[in-house]
């Protein structure tokens, strides 16, 4: 069986998509984020991600659009702004699942202990029903200190915030108050 999975970069997919291969299921990777910036850092993840996928032999489907206008407009219309950057980037990983024939879809999202997983977990079965989809949810937090160290001793590139100019902004001013990293 197929899954189309979000993936937000390569440290977070190393646990996913094994444990979505450990259910039996065939995960195809798929790089949406608008959210991400700058386009230097969107850029470096992707080819961090690249070389993932290829080392996994993972089908990997990465948009041609980089609508970072779109994610800015949905996050400053929003509070709070990470729903509206989950309501995008599901949105179109379920989209390009119809086109691709997929049933199910889910997110590498949900390996982070720094993300809202019951908000993620609300608005991909929102989702999923909108298309006629099953949106897979796990909690993959358990695996994230291991999935970030195997990131380290393949030497992938590893970023210091969730993607977007909210996020680096927070996480520089907790920084410059003393919070850490």
């Given at each position: 069986m197929n899954l189309l999975?979000?993936?937000c970069c390569a440290p977070c997919s190393i646990y996913s998509l094994s444990?979505?291969?450990?259910?039996?299921l065939n995960p195809h990777l798929c790089y949406y984020n608008p959210n991400i910036h700058p386009y230097t850092e969107?850029?470096?993840r992707l080819d961090t991600l690249k070389q993932f996928a290829t080392d996994e032999?993972?089908?990997?489907?990465?948009a041609e659009e980089y609508p970072l206008h779109e994610f800015f407009a949905s996050a400053l219309a929003s509070e709070p702004r990470c729903d509206a950057c989950y309501r995008l980037r599901l949105d179109y990983t379920a989209k390009l699942a119809v086109a691709l024939g997929e049933t199910e879809f889910s997110t590498t999202?949900?390996?982070?202990?720094y993300q809202r997983h019951e908000q993620l977990a609300v608005i991909g079965q929102?989702?999923?029903?909108?298309?006629g989809l099953l949106f897979r949810y796990a909690d993959l937090r358990p695996g994230f200190r291991s999935s970030q160290s195997e990131a380290r001793e393949r030497g992938y590139y590893r970023q210091k915030?969730?993607?977007c100019l909210f996020s680096d902004y927070e996480r520089a001013t907790s920084l410059r108050r003393g919070g850490k990293s």
């Open positions: 999975l979000h993936v444990y979505w291969r450990e259910q039996g969107y850029q470096q032999k993972a089908t990997l489907t990465i999202l949900l390996i982070s202990p929102e989702i999923a029903a909108e298309y915030y969730c993607g």
